[in-house]
């Protein structure tokens, strides 16, 4: 049986972790509803900007507008955009970007093309910098906010535009990890670059909302209409449509990145706060199971000293 000193030790550490993964679990339901609310605030603007797009789309046909991010080329050069996060202790979050990134590299490799990464988050940018004999990396990026924001997203924006408009990458895909609920969360891949003109404006979107039942978080997933009004057939343009379709094609780029990584975020932040109250549990369960084991050898120690007094007694008389 264990030193009784040593069991309560380790109790005394659990319980002290314990703790600490509560306090974490908090923290990263705090920040789930920051990420939420900053959705919230953004949407707006895509809304309206996607209105105005497709009312441009009616007005003009896109794929006969001169309009370079609407360029479907020749494949030959592809990059894939990578999203993780910079910290780890979220599951298998940022393992399973990582993973489909390496699936999908292989697989564009295995087709023909050549293709190279752009990395956000610490974590697959150190995975693939130290397999870069294997990867080519573009550019790295770092030290985003907990809960992205629009600056952030612009200059990854900028970047990979540069290098579409430039003709260094013909197509430009994103890998994120897709907010479904607090307790799930999908890798997807989607094409960035070029744009895809049947996409740009839909009837309706989903957006999640955190709620909070016998003081257990929840999600509801809500499908909000855009209800921007449409252009009328008279209205008159200062500017031609294809000039307003090339100063609004890279804010709408932008904003389809940003929405990207706000739902990595929130997954990320999802993904934390389940591995934390699991984390939580199992110290629990643990801090019990050695309660018992310490009861247990307590018991026995009792018992031997009780059998050593008898024994004691028994030989002096």
């Known amino acids: 049986m264990a030193n009784l000193k040593d069991i309560r030790d380790r109790i005394s550490s659990v319980k002290n972790t314990r703790k600490i993964t509560e306090a974490m679990r908090l923290v990263a339901a705090a920040k789930v509803r920051r990420a939420q609310e900053q959705v919230l605030r953004s949407r707006p603007f895509a809304d309206r900007l996607a209105r105005v797009l497709e009312n441009l789309q009616s007005r003009l046909r896109f794929e006969d507008a001169d309009a370079p991010l609407l360029e479907d080329r020749d494949l030959r050069n592809i990059t894939l955009l990578a999203v993780t996060g910079d910290r780890g202790l979220c599951g298998g979050y940022n393992a399973n970007i990582i993973k489909r990134t390496e699936q999908r590299f292989a697989e564009l490799k295995g087709q023909g093309y050549a293709v190279d990464l752009v990395l956000i988050g610490r974590k697959a940018i150190t995975y693939f910098q130290n397999r870069a004999h294997l990867y080519k990396i573009r550019a790295t990026f770092t030290g985003l906010e907990q809960v992205p924001n629009a600056a952030e997203a612009g200059a990854i924006a900028n970047e990979v535009l540069a290098e579409f408009l430039s003709g260094s990458t013909d197509r430009i895909e994103i890998i994120f990890t897709k907010f479904i609920n607090l307790v799930s969360s999908k890798p997807v891949s989607q094409t960035l670059l070029p744009l895809d003109p049947q996409g740009i404006a839909t009837p309706d979107d989903e957006i999640f909302r955190l709620t909070t039942r016998d003081g257990r978080l929840g999600v509801e997933v809500d499908k909000i209409a855009n209800v921007a009004p449409t252009l009328q057939s008279d209205f008159v343009f200062e500017q031609s449509p294809e000039q307003l379709l090339n100063a609004l094609l890279p804010l709408y780029l932008q904003n389809q990145l940003l929405r990207s990584l706000q739902e990595a ?53």
């Not at 975020?265 to 629990?284: F, P, V, Y």
């Not at 050695?290 to 008389?317: C, F, P, W």
């Open 265 to 317: 975020a929130a997954s990320e932040l999802a993904s934390r706060m389940t591995a934390m109250n699991n984390a939580s549990d199992n110290a629990k369960a643990l801090a019990k199971s050695l309660t018992l084991d310490y009861n247990k050898a307590r018991q026995a120690a009792i018992t031997q000293e009780i059998l050593e007094v008898v024994g004691g007694a028994a030989a002096m008389s």
